[in-house]
């Protein structure tokens, strides 16, 4: 609710269209909640009409389907810890390689920025070997540290562009005082990065929320499954009955969904700061 | 913004505690009733057909072994393969897997276990045992085979009978359109489907002929080659192409969308197995269905796709051979076997079990009787290069290849795939 | 003391630069190795046959199909999503009432998972006469189209879920460049006389060149690794209509069981993005210079 400096007339026209557009846009998403509480038939006959009666019982039985719980309960902690790696290794790194003068760590920068560029798909099968021979598969373990591994790029690249843009002087005078690089580090700029971290945490949660290859080269039982995984078993088994298989995608989408209408101030400027700074 | 985000944190991670406490109590008691055995061996079997097609054999495993805490694993045979032989190349993998025929593939790269001598091994007829190198590495579920299902109900209105010839079988579909029903439903976004319809063709025209008994042993050496020998056949089933029977639209729908349309009477055939069965009744209690073979270009008892079926095998690497090895050893009993065939009919490979064929299968019991059941894949010792000529046939039906062109993609798919399995 | 600090460094650099390269360094490098040889799932022995693989690439259909189709995607998604973010952008950027309203529907899409996006347009777009998007298209009288079993429409019913679930987010980061931007100069060409076209392209369109580095980097790259999307959405199908690059290089490595050459794909793939990447950074940059 900024004031604007003109007291500009309000394009009705331009408006009345991008509402209009702004519609088309949520159509597809009206039809993915509002299948899911209509009859099979009725799905058919008139996919974008309003149910004639609301039938909730679909969402309960997609959630036992699912193990919804427990599902939400992986998702989260993958989430979670995926979030904590992938924000404070970087942070420090390009703290260390922002301020650092030395060739080795020049070269090691290199390496690291190189991994924008190559996609994590082809290295696959030998992370799968990899991720065996350490005794990490099938746990939630191995996919957080994939999950930080395949970050670190983006958010070294993302995070050195703001520690640059620093001020020296604060820190300078930090190490006059007798501080350490660590503990300037941690002290001074590392709280100067919040709003930078707060974009790339934004971003790399939607990442690791909706992450599926991941989970379903790496996660095998049930017990340790994700909510899209649910969602790929039951593909199959009801995709045209709409009652059941909607439901499902549904709850796929909505935490994130819930997040974002919550969130959504946060997240746009999140993701709009994290972009053009970088 | 920093305070919202700590209480969003905090929100969920409250959420997420409630939610999973009330996870694990739901957890506690479902497990309170067989809490009887107190170290439970964990086997996973990992298979492409879906669980509920295997309801009652695993609950009839759960029963007999108590002490083995066995977890079922579907995975869509969209990515079965990629999924088990990462698995498999990393040293891990499932205690069990489905697999088709002789597990070549797997045998060769020394995954399986040799099975040969196993005591369940010798209570299977011999005519089940896929060999490899002459030995034993899979234990076959319930025959596999497919054919036309069709809607008796429109068969009755319209005049119709099941076909006993292709151009009988053509002049149905005619008949259907003109009368404005949709003749054929079919899921032509998988590969399988049209593939499965032109091997249809080549059951009755080509492998029936004595001559060419041996071919597929010749086409996987190397020696015969699908380009030549198929193109006539292959050309006159694009029939059912020109006249409209499969059309570019099918190319959009998949398996279950297809079953839908057969389901609720929107079309009146639709080619798959005993498996769907089930959920066709399930959709449509009325549907008054069954099945008839493929026919062929002379008049005959048709041809209907299928083999041995899916079988499995025992991971190499698995840790708990001891408890996998059980598995099998119930899965040889006369009683696993009825429990696989109440939810997926096929015929069993078990001595001494005795199969019913149930009324749906009426139309198809001439063909069963003269053993006209086949499928030419199955028995090539490589990976999916079925699918690679599926895919070419629908490249075939969008105008984008010839019938010529689709056969050699076959054959040089099989020349490549020979040169990966003997490393030259 | 200067080297205190630099010791100091590196121990902050150490445990990011360790976990990336074991999980991400060696097995890519692993990949590159393998590329060499005849590695096969299928085989226990592996033996190097030098650059056999990447001469077959060349004469493999498919794969030269996904290697079009993936830039077909990423120039298309870029130039789409772009064109049409842009105004979106600069529309929302007035004064609008409901503008917060439209922000949160627009970028929706976004958060949604590939997956499940790419499942909720197969419905969509189905050619069954229960798809919405042929139902609306028959009531105003345009007759269905077949828009995933086509063999030439299906890449782009791809590309057009895709720009439906991404322009959202390109518009974001147009908009909050564009917020950057002070508005005295727009006012300043007002008073010169400039029309609102004018204007966009004067002063506007020049001033957005960061954030169009931006979006049409991360869009093209997007765009050449295309997976998910079409994963749960045609499979690469027709045929091979729409397979992309990631697609192809996961069938080879795991249905046909060729490791070595699936590798010889991968590298093949990231050394292209590589060079895309570059090649447009410095376009960019030479226009933001100008």
Same mark, same amino acid.
């Given at each position: 609710?900024?004031?604007?400096?003109?007291?500009?007339?309000?394009?009705?026209?331009?408006?009345?269209?991008?509402?209009?557009?702004?519609?088309?846009?949520?159509?597809?998403?009206?039809?993915?909640?509002?299948?899911?509480?209509?009859?099979?038939?009725?799905?058919?006959?008139?996919?974008?009409?309003?149910?004639?009666?609301?039938?909730?019982?679909?969402?309960?039985?997609?959630?036992?389907?699912?193990?919804?719980?427990?599902?939400?309960?992986?998702? /989260?902690?993958?989430?979670?810890?995926?979030?904590?790696?992938?924000?404070?290794?970087?942070?420090?790194?390009?703290?260390?390689?922002?301020?650092?003068?030395?060739?080795?760590?020049?070269?090691?920068?290199?390496?690291?920025?190189?991994?924008?560029?190559?996609?994590?798909?082809?290295?696959?099968?030998?992370?799968?070997?990899?991720?065996?021979?350490?005794?990490?598969?099938?746990?939630?373990?191995?996919?957080?540290?994939?999950?930080?591994?395949?970050?670190?790029?983006?958010?070294?690249?993302?995070?050195?562009?703001?520690?640059?843009?620093?001020?020296?002087?604060?820190?300078?005078?930090?190490?006059?005082?007798?501080?350490?690089?660590?503990?300037?580090? /941690?002290?001074?700029?590392?709280?100067?990065?919040?709003?930078?971290?707060?974009?790339?945490?934004?971003?790399?949660?939607?990442?690791?929320?909706?992450?599926?290859?991941?989970?379903?080269?790496?996660?095998?039982?049930?017990?340790?499954?994700?909510?899209?995984?649910?969602?790929?078993?039951?593909?199959?088994? /009801?995709?045209?009955?709409?009652?059941?298989?909607?439901?499902?995608?549904?709850?796929?989408?909505?935490?994130?969904?819930?997040?974002?209408?919550?969130?959504?101030?946060?997240?746009?400027?999140?993701?709009?700061?994290?972009?053009?700074?970088? | 913004?920093?305070?919202?985000?700590?209480?969003?944190?905090?929100?969920?991670?409250?959420?997420?505690?409630?939610?999973?406490?009330?996870?694990?109590?739901?957890?506690?008691?479902?497990?309170?009733?067989?809490?009887?055995?107190?170290?439970?061996?964990?086997?996973?079997?990992?298979?492409?057909?879906?669980?509920?097609?295997?309801?009652?054999?695993?609950?009839?495993?759960?029963?007999?072994?108590?002490?083995?805490?066995?977890?079922?694993?579907?995975?869509?045979?969209?990515?079965?393969?990629?999924?088990?032989?990462?698995?498999?190349?990393?040293?891990?993998?499932?205690?069990?897997?489905?697999?088709?025929?002789?597990?070549?593939?797997?045998?060769?790269?020394?995954?399986?276990?040799?099975?040969?001598?196993?005591?369940?091994?010798?209570?299977?007829?011999?005519?089940?045992?896929?060999?490899?190198?002459?030995?034993?590495?899979?234990?076959?579920?319930?025959?596999?085979?497919?054919?036309?299902?069709?809607?008796?109900?429109?068969?009755?209105?319209?005049?119709?009978?099941?076909?006993?010839?292709?151009?009988?079988?053509?002049?149905?579909?005619?008949?259907?359109?003109?009368?404005?029903?949709?003749?054929?439903?079919?899921?032509?976004?998988?590969?399988?489907?049209?593939?499965?319809?032109?091997?249809?063709?080549?059951?009755?025209?080509?492998?029936?002929?004595?001559?060419?008994?041996?071919?597929?042993?010749?086409?996987?050496?190397?020696?015969?080659?699908?380009?030549?020998?198929?193109?006539?056949?292959?050309?006159?089933?694009?029939?059912?192409?020109?006249?409209?029977?499969?059309?570019?639209?099918?190319?959009?729908?998949?398996?279950?969308?297809?079953?839908?349309?057969?389901?609720?009477?929107?079309?009146?055939?639709?080619?798959?197995?005993?498996?769907?069965?089930?959920?066709?009744?399930?959709?449509?209690?009325?549907?008054?269905?069954?099945?008839?073979?493929?026919?062929?270009?002379?008049?005959?008892?048709?041809?209907?796709?299928?083999?041995?079926?899916?079988?499995?095998?025992?991971?190499?690497?698995?840790?708990?051979?001891?408890?996998?090895?059980?598995?099998?050893?119930?899965?040889?009993?006369?009683?696993?076997?009825?429990?696989?065939?109440?939810?997926?009919?096929?015929?069993?490979?078990?001595?001494?079990?005795?199969?019913?064929?149930?009324?749906?299968?009426?139309?198809?019991?001439?063909?069963?009787?003269?053993?006209?059941?086949?499928?030419?894949?199955?028995?090539?010792?490589?990976?999916?290069?079925?699918?690679?000529?599926?895919?070419?046939?629908?490249?075939?039906?969008?105008?984008?290849?010839?019938?010529?062109?689709?056969?050699?993609?076959?054959?040089?798919?099989?020349?490549?795939?020979?040169?990966?399995?003997?490393?030259? | 003391?200067?080297?205190?600090?630099?010791?100091?460094?590196?121990?902050?650099?150490?445990?990011?630069?360790?976990?990336?390269?074991?999980?991400?360094?060696?097995?890519?490098?692993?990949?590159?190795?393998?590329?060499?040889?005849?590695?096969?799932?299928?085989?226990?022995?592996?033996?190097?046959?030098?650059?056999?693989?990447?001469? !077959?690439?060349?004469?493999?259909?498919?794969?030269?199909?996904?290697?079009?189709?993936?830039?077909?995607?990423?120039?298309?998604?870029?130039?789409?999503?772009?064109?049409? !973010?842009?105004?979106? !952008?600069?529309?929302?950027?007035?004064?609008?009432?409901?503008?917060?309203?439209?922000?949160?529907?627009?970028?929706?899409?976004?958060?949604?998972?590939?997956?499940?996006?790419?499942?909720?347009?197969?419905?969509?777009?189905?050619?069954?006469?229960?798809?919405?998007?042929?139902?609306?298209?028959?009531?105003?009288?345009?007759?269905?189209?077949?828009?995933?079993?086509?063999?030439?429409?299906?890449?782009?019913?791809?590309?057009?879920?895709?720009?439906?679930?991404?322009?959202?987010?390109?518009?974001?980061?147009?908009?909050?460049?564009?917020?950057?931007?002070?508005?005295?100069?727009?006012? !300043?060409?007002?008073?010169?006389?400039?029309?609102?076209?004018?204007?966009?392209?004067?002063?506007?369109?020049?001033?957005?060149?960061?954030?169009?580095?931006?979006?049409?980097?991360?869009?093209?790259?997007?765009?050449?690794?295309?997976?998910?999307?079409?994963?749960?959405?045609?499979?690469?199908?027709?045929?091979?209509?729409?397979?992309?690059?990631?697609?192809?290089?996961?069938?080879?490595?795991?249905?046909?069981?060729?490791?070595?050459?699936?590798?010889?794909?991968?590298?093949?793939?990231?050394?292209?993005?590589?060079?895309?990447?570059?090649?447009?950074?410095?376009?960019?940059?030479?226009?933001?210079?100008?």
């Amino acid at each position: 609710m900024q004031a604007t400096t003109t007291k500009e007339k309000r394009p009705y026209v331009l408006e009345f269209c991008l509402i209009v557009i702004a519609i088309l846009v949520a159509l597809p998403i009206y039809y993915l909640l509002v299948t899911t509480l209509k009859t099979p038939e009725e799905a058919a006959a008139s996919p974008l009409g309003l149910p004639h009666q609301w039938i909730l019982s679909n969402y309960v039985d997609a959630w036992k389907l699912m193990h919804y719980p427990r599902v939400f309960m992986n998702n /989260f902690i993958i989430t979670f810890f995926s979030l904590i790696g992938c924000t404070i290794l970087p942070c420090m790194a390009s703290y260390g390689f922002a301020r650092s003068r030395n060739w080795l760590s020049k070269l090691l920068f290199l390496a690291i920025i190189a991994g924008l560029v190559v996609p994590f798909q082809i290295a696959l099968i030998p992370l799968y070997k990899l991720i065996m021979s350490m005794h990490l598969m099938n746990t939630l373990w191995a996919v957080v540290i994939i999950n930080v591994s395949v970050t670190i790029p983006f958010n070294v690249f993302l995070f050195i562009n703001f520690v640059k843009s620093l001020p020296l002087e604060v820190e300078e005078s930090a190490s006059i005082d007798g501080s350490g690089v660590v503990g300037t580090f /941690f002290r001074i700029v590392l709280p100067l990065m919040q709003p930078v971290i707060a974009s790339a945490a934004i971003l790399n949660s939607l990442t690791f929320w909706n992450d599926f290859m991941g989970p379903l080269l790496f996660l095998q039982t049930r017990e340790k499954a994700v909510i899209l995984q649910e969602v790929y078993r039951n593909i199959g088994q /009801f995709s045209t009955n709409w009652t059941a298989f909607f439901p499902m995608m549904v709850l796929g989408v909505a935490p994130l969904l819930l997040f974002y209408i919550i969130m959504q101030k946060y997240i746009i400027s999140g993701i709009a700061a994290g972009s053009v700074k970088g | 913004m920093k305070k919202t985000l700590i209480l969003m944190a905090s929100l969920m991670m409250v959420s997420s505690l409630v939610l999973s406490g009330c996870g694990s109590s739901d957890d506690k008691s479902g497990k309170d009733g067989s809490a009887s055995g107190e170290k439970k061996t964990k086997i996973r079997i990992m298979g492409y057909n879906k669980e509920e097609t295997r309801k009652s054999y695993l609950e009839y495993l759960k029963k007999k072994l108590p002490n083995v805490d066995i977890e079922f694993q579907f995975i869509d045979l969209k990515s079965y393969e990629n999924i088990l032989r990462t698995q498999l190349a990393a040293g891990e993998g499932p205690d069990i897997f489905e697999t088709s025929g002789s597990g070549a593939v797997y045998a060769n790269a020394d995954y399986v276990e040799d099975l040969t001598n196993a005591s369940f091994t010798s209570k299977y007829n011999d005519t089940g045992l896929i060999r490899y190198q002459g030995k034993v590495y899979t234990i076959p579920l319930q025959s596999w085979f497919e054919g036309i299902w069709y809607n008796k109900d429109i068969f009755t209105k319209q005049g119709l009978t099941p076909p006993k010839t292709w151009d009988e079988w053509m002049t149905i579909h005619d008949k259907l359109r003109q009368a404005g029903i949709k003749p054929q439903a079919m899921g032509a976004k998988s590969w399988e489907p049209m593939m499965k319809q032109s091997m249809g063709m080549l059951l009755n025209e080509f492998y029936a002929k004595p001559e060419n008994k041996d071919f597929d042993t010749a086409f996987s050496d190397g020696t015969k080659k699908v380009s030549g020998n198929w193109n006539e056949l292959v050309t006159k089933w694009t029939e059912t192409i020109q006249k409209g029977n499969i059309t570019k639209d099918m190319l959009g729908i998949d398996y279950d969308q297809a079953q839908d349309e057969f389901a609720t009477g929107k079309a009146a055939m639709w080619e798959s197995g005993p498996w769907a069965a089930e959920a066709l009744k399930q959709k449509n209690p009325n549907l008054n269905m069954g099945m008839f073979p493929i026919p062929g270009l002379t008049e005959g008892t048709g041809w209907l796709i299928g083999g041995p079926g899916s079988a499995l095998s025992i991971n190499k690497q698995s840790k708990n051979k001891d408890a996998a090895m059980q598995v099998l050893e119930v899965t040889s009993t006369p009683e696993a076997q009825q429990a696989l065939i109440k939810d997926n009919f096929g015929s069993s490979f078990l001595k001494g079990v005795d199969v019913q064929l149930p009324a749906e299968y009426q139309d198809s019991a001439a063909a069963f009787k003269e053993g006209h059941v086949y499928a030419p894949w199955i028995n090539w010792p490589f990976g999916a290069i079925a699918e690679d000529y599926g895919k070419a046939l629908q490249e075939v039906l969008t105008g984008g290849r010839t019938v010529e062109e689709a056969l050699k993609v076959l054959d040089d798919k099989a020349d490549q795939q020979r040169k990966t399995l003997t490393g030259k | 003391m200067l080297r205190k600090r630099e010791r100091s460094f590196f121990l902050l650099i150490l445990p990011a630069v360790l976990i990336y390269m074991i999980f991400y360094l060696y097995p890519v490098i692993s990949t590159f190795v393998h590329s060499f040889t005849d590695w096969s799932l299928l085989q226990k022995n592996i033996h190097f046959i030098g650059l056999d693989n990447y001469k !077959a690439l060349f004469h493999d259909d498919v794969v030269l199909t996904g290697i079009k189709n993936s830039i077909l995607y990423a120039i298309i998604m870029t130039i789409v999503q772009n064109a049409l !973010a842009v105004p979106l !952008a600069v529309a929302l950027d007035r004064n609008l009432r409901t503008k917060n309203w439209l922000r949160m529907i627009f970028f929706a899409p976004a958060v949604l998972s590939p997956l499940v996006v790419g499942f909720l347009w197969s419905y969509i777009m189905s050619s069954l006469d229960y798809g919405p998007l042929n139902q609306i298209l028959t009531h105003l009288g345009l007759g269905s189209v077949n828009w995933l079993g086509s063999a030439k429409l299906a890449l782009y019913s791809v590309i057009l879920t895709q720009v439906w679930q991404w322009t959202g987010w390109a518009m974001v980061i147009y908009l909050a460049n564009l917020q950057g931007i002070s508005k005295e100069l727009f006012e !300043a060409a007002h008073m010169d006389g400039a029309n609102g076209w004018k204007t966009f392209w004067k002063i506007t369109l020049p001033l957005l060149v960061p954030s169009i580095t931006i979006n049409t980097v991360l869009s093209m790259i997007g765009g050449l690794k295309v997976f998910d999307i079409i994963f749960s959405m045609t499979n690469g199908g027709p045929g091979h209509a729409t397979e992309s690059i990631v697609t192809v290089l996961l069938q080879r490595a795991f249905t046909d069981s060729q490791l070595g050459y699936a590798s010889a794909l991968g590298v093949l793939f990231s050394s292209f993005v590589m060079i895309v990447t570059v090649l447009q950074l410095r376009l960019m940059k030479r226009w933001e210079v100008s």
